[in-house]
């Protein structure tokens, strides 16, 4: 019996400026891994739109069926099976040219936040690029009304959850060897930021 296939209704609205950003953000790579791959949707239309780049999702042991039904269904050859992954886990042995995630730390604790940066060393090599997805707060305040409610919407679900300071998560890259190279604003009060490791 064929698992279905889950659906991130916001993945149609996001992937097409997510794209425009990552043809640039990561032309010169050969390997991606996403970090927290969610349902899968955004790697087969990455994976689908940039066919020179192996895309390597990964997730919670509960997701993993969910993204593997996307995989499948979608055939590429450039989409090897997810992996499973959790920051505060084991990382993977492999070095890749670049990493993605989407959406992902604003549901992390801050804790597993600070996981995600010091672990990028040890996937990643001198000239990798990192890209985040995601709403972001400058200077400790929200940048809009909705980001605000998210934010609410955020804490009634798990206290852990907050939507982050753009400055406290540039430290923690800037901690792990990854400067700066360009912050897009995008739909719906996102950013698209984009580190390169330099150490």
Known sequence: MSVEKPDAPSVARNHDAILDVLREAFSGAKSVLEIGSGTGQHAVFFAQALPYLSWQTSGRLENLEGIGAWLDDAGLPNTPPALAFDVNGIWPATAYDAVFTANTL???????????????????????????????????QFTSPSNAAFNDWLKARGSHMAIRDFEAVDALATSAGFQLVADRAMPANNRCIIWRRIL
Do not use: R, W
């Open 106 to 140: 604003h549901i992390m604790s801050f804790e597993e936040v600070q996981a995600f940066f010091a672990g990028l060393p040890g996937i990643t090599k001198p000239g990798s690029t990192l890209v985040v997805y995601g709403p972001f707060n400058y200077d400790g």
